[in-house]
T-cell receptor, first 114, second 114 residues
């Protein structure tokens, strides 16, 4: 069982909808990540939060809005998405005090934009 | 800039045969190297990592990898594969000074046949 929980597992939305993806971890990790993975492609980093502050934004369009309400939760707010945004969105967490490279991934939220 | 090249997009192999998945990296600084596995419809799981020290690294599920600095390679090996090893395997690199910011290779699909 994964220790990073993502909801929903599947989401279908229209281009005018507003929806959110949620991620939760209880491992005490202070770094959390959003990755986007298109079919048959590697994950691509979108955002990194460190101690609840946005540390890295990989030039992601503003229609994706991340939020880290506390050390255990990470949200990704979606608005006015395009069909090409359909993908698997992966949340991950890691320790922050020592860079070890080990990310713990959730199972992902599969998003379809119609 | 760092990059990772996985030389084989697909590797078919028979059950109980040995396998090697190839990975080469490019970096102007010292790096951390990783192999992650992604089973169908799941997130990514760390198989093994090289941070420093011994160049032969052992991971979970009987996998091992060897760091070769002169050849800038980090190939993954298993002496005898099982059907359950069928998955996508990603080699990744990170900057030791970064936020566990992983750069993934394109992935290698390992297909184990009976």
């Amino acid at each position: 069982d994964t220790e990073v929980t993502q909801t929903p597992k599947h989401l279908v939305m229209g281009m005018t909808n507003k929806k959110s993806l949620k991620c939760e971890q209880h491992m005490g990790h202070r770094a959390m990540y959003w990755y986007k993975q298109k079919a048959k492609k590697p994950p691509e980093l979108m955002f990194v939060y460190s101690y609840e502050k946005l540390s890295i934004n990989e030039s992601v369009p503003s229609r994706f809005s991340p939020e880290c309400p506390n050390s255990s939760l990470l949200n990704l707010h979606l608005h006015a998405l395009q069909p090409e945004d359909s993908a698997l969105y992966l949340c991950a967490s890691s320790t922050r005090d020592r860079v070890t490279g080990e990310l713990f991934f959730g199972e992902g939220s599969r998003l379809t934009v119609l | 800039a760092q990059s990772v090249t996985q030389l084989d997009s697909q590797v078919p192999v028979f059950e109980e045969a040995p396998v090697e998945l190839r990975c080469n990296y490019s970096s102007s600084v010292s790096v951390y190297l990783f192999w992650y596995v992604q089973y169908p419809n799941q997130g990514l799981q760390l198989l093994l990592k090289y941070l420093s020290g011994s160049t032969l690294v052992k991971g979970i599920n009987g996998f091992e990898a060897e760091f070769n600095k002169s050849q800038t390679s980090f190939h993954l090996r298993k002496p005898s594969v099982h059907i359950s090893d069928t998955a996508e395997y990603f080699c990744a690199v990170s900057d030791p000074g970064g936020y566990n910011k992983l750069i993934f290779g394109a992935g290698t699909r390992l297909a184990v046949h009976p």
